[in-house]
């Protein structure tokens, strides 16, 4: 009964967070009388509401209960003095990212006024291989991940998305090497992101933050400076 309660749950993404019991009962592959059962549960606990419509949609207690987790809200509330800083010092994006598995998920993003449009949301997932952090934290991340993420196909986003395993791992020995990475036109052609590590208590990269510009409004080593002093500065306020 659980897998099917997290069946239900699972039917609701970004590009579907409203959906009507006969969408539910489809994307999760169960009868529409064990999709209503369970809907109405979750609604009687606050996880799911009911428009008057028919309509489902995420409820607040589920945004309750994910504000504890300790990589989200946590290490948002210690970040968030510090990416506010960047963000008045450049006026651009900045975001705060940690790993789950092989994927990026972004705890915060503060966009800039009249900044480069990203394609990144709060809560939202992306490939490790892409973007400024994921290149951080997959630079950082175990062997085993690493070879697990180069080993599958390569997402690509623009023709100048690098998909070539040899030529990830050269990018990410020169993140490790340097402190910061570089991701030019990778996700969009129009941006520039510029990531640095931000270290836990233990000197264990725990999450990792960037700065999103347009490109060819500065140079990435301008930037890294700026990037790699907010991260040190979460760091040293998570220690």
């Given at each position: 009964?659980?897998?099917?309660?997290?069946?239900?749950?699972?039917?609701?993404?970004?590009?579907?967070?409203?959906?009507?019991?006969?969408?539910?009962?489809?994307?999760?592959?169960?009868?529409?009388?064990?999709?209503?059962?369970?809907?109405?549960?979750?609604?009687?606990?606050?996880?799911?509401?009911?428009?008057?419509?028919?309509?489902?949609?995420?409820?607040?207690?589920?945004?309750?209960?994910?504000?504890?987790?300790?990589?989200?809200?946590?290490?948002?509330?210690?970040?968030?003095?510090?990416?506010?800083?960047?963000?008045?010092?450049?006026?651009?994006?900045?975001?705060?990212?940690?790993?789950?598995?092989?994927?990026?998920?972004?705890?915060?993003?503060?966009?800039?006024?009249?900044?480069?449009?990203?394609?990144?949301?709060v809560?939202?997932?992306?490939?490790?291989?892409?973007?400024?952090v994921?290149?951080?934290?997959?630079?950082?991340?175990?062997?085993?991940?690493?070879?697990?993420?180069?080993?599958?196909?390569?997402?690509?986003?623009?023709?100048?998305?690098?998909?070539?395993p040899?030529?990830?791992?050269h990018?990410?020995?020169?993140?490790r090497?340097?402190?910061f990475?570089?991701?030019?036109?990778?996700?969009?052609?129009?941006?520039?992101?510029?990531?640095a590590?931000?270290?836990?208590?233990?000197?264990?990269?725990v999450?990792?933050?960037?700065l999103?510009?347009?490109?060819?409004?500065?140079?990435?080593?301008?930037?890294?400076?700026?990037?790699?002093?907010?991260?040190?500065?979460?760091?040293?306020?998570?220690?």
């Amino acid at each position: 009964m659980l897998g099917r309660a997290l069946k239900v749950l699972e039917a609701f993404t970004p590009d579907h967070p409203a959906l009507r019991l006969s969408e539910v009962a489809r994307r999760a592959g169960l009868p529409a009388a064990t999709a209503h059962r369970l809907l109405r549960e979750f609604c009687s606990w606050g996880a799911l509401e009911r428009d008057d419509t028919g309509v489902y949609r995420v409820g607040l207690r589920l945004w309750e209960l994910g504000s504890l987790a300790p990589r989200g809200l946590g290490l948002r509330e210690r970040a968030l003095p510090f990416l506010e800083d960047l963000s008045q010092i450049t006026r651009e994006n900045v975001q705060l990212a940690v790993r789950e598995g092989t994927e990026v998920v972004f705890i915060e993003r503060i966009a800039g006024s009249g900044a480069v449009p990203v394609l990144t949301r709060v809560g939202g997932r992306f490939a490790l291989t892409a973007t400024g952090v994921g290149l951080v934290l997959l630079a950082h991340a175990p062997a085993e991940v690493q070879e697990d993420v180069l080993s599958r196909p390569i997402e690509r986003y623009t023709p100048d998305t690098v998909t070539d395993p040899d030529r990830l791992r050269h990018l990410l020995a020169d993140v490790r090497t340097h402190g910061f990475s570089i991701s030019e036109r990778q996700v969009t052609l129009d941006s520039l992101s510029v990531g640095a590590p931000i270290h836990g208590a233990r000197g264990q990269v725990v999450a990792a933050v960037s700065l999103v510009v347009r490109h060819g409004s500065a140079s990435p080593h301008a930037l890294a400076p700026l990037v790699r002093t907010s991260a040190r500065a979460i760091s040293r306020a998570l220690g």
